[in-house]
């Protein structure tokens, strides 16, 4: 049986296809840091290197997209999906490059508290005493997770990757309201989108910085295209299926399998650490994500 199963299991089950979907691409999305930083120690840098992933997908994936007979045709919120999603992966691919695995994804995965706010502006959902909970949640959780004890005292402090890490998740949360206000527009053409907006972003970001074009040996080039034209492609399509399927709020707690895989594997392949307040600040944010998950009485 394949990932979406028979009729039997979506007829018995119909939320089972977009559930594994996202399980199975975030947990992706978990260990696909590795690969990027072995990349960039060859000498492809951030924004070079998010360039050629999401073009690679971008090009692999023209000949589908260009054969789908329900293309959406230009609209502002198309056009928010792809500046939102470009943003997203630029700021999480230069996060996780430099910053600590586990803490850049817990500061990404505050999305489901952005994703209330969004859903309430963009898509009138009504905001619940438990959703408030929920926020206030995240935002102890989060005082925690950047507590930095120094010279006795006790002090708050964000580095470029916290930043980075935090920004990618709101453009995330708001790149999900968009996706749910584009049910109408066909996965192909969402997915595309998400790639032209992050060579859109990447380039912008190439030219205005004056980045230098990397110097790297042939075989890197084609071990990063081959990243973005497989996993890159993959990843995004799980994450656009699932997300397109289920309710905002649930979609992104069901991503907070990426934490998961990006503990564990940061765990086994790193000597990165998180002190206990800083995991004890996760929990929260954790816990948060997961009850605001949860169906309403």
């Keep these: 049986m394949g990932l979406y199963g028979n009729s039997w299991t979506r007829s018995r089950h119909p939320d089972l296809a977009p559930v594994l979907s996202l399980i199975f691409g975030a947990v992706l999305w978990g260990v696909v840091w590795y690969p ?15 360039l050629v992933l999401y073009g690679s997908a971008l090009v ?4 589908f997209v260009l ?10 919120l198309l056009a928010l999906l792809a500046l939102f999603s470009g943003w997203t992966n630029v700021a999480f691919v230069l996060a996780v490059l430099k910053g600590n695995i586990v803490r850049v994804m817990l500061l990404f995965y505050l999305s489901p508290a952005w994703t209330v706010v969004f859903a309430r502006l963009l898509l009138n959902e009504r905001v619940s005493r438990r959703a408030a909970w929920t926020i206030l949640m995240s935002v102890i959780g989060t005082v925690a997770l950047l507590w930095r004890p120094a010279a006795g005292m006790a002090t708050f402090r964000m580095g470029h990757s916290d930043w980075l890490a935090l920004s990618a998740g709101i453009a995330f949360a708001a790149a999900n ?3 749910k206000r ?4 066909s996965l192909n053409a969402k997915s595309a989108s998400v790639w032209v907006g992050v060579v859109a972003v990447a380039g912008t970001l190439a030219i205005v910085l004056r980045l230098p074009a990397p110097e790297v040996a042939i075989q890197t ?6 990243l973005g034209a497989g996993g890159i492609l993959s990843m995004t399509y799980l994450i656009q299926f699932g997300v397109t399927h289920l309710p905002a709020q649930r979609s992104s707690v069901i991503m907070l399998t990426e934490l998961i895989a990006g503990a564990l594997s940061q765990r086994l392949l790193t ?18 994500a ?8």
């Design 177 to 179: 309201v968009m996706t």
């Design 182 to 185: 584009l049910s109408s527009v």
């Design 36 to 50: 990027m930083r072995l990349l960039e120690s060859r000498g492809l840098a951030g924004i070079w290197l998010t």
């Design 221 to 226: 080039l084609f071990a990063a295209a081959a």
């Design 271 to 288: 000597s990165e650490r998180l002190a206990p307040w800083a995991w004890a600040g996760g929990a929260l944010i954790a816990a948060s």
């Design 60 to 63: 692999v994936s023209l000949p």
């Design 67 to 76: 054969r789908d007979g329900r293309l959406a045709k230009p609209s502002y």
């Design 290 to 297: 997961y009850i605001a998950s949860r169906p309403s009485s």
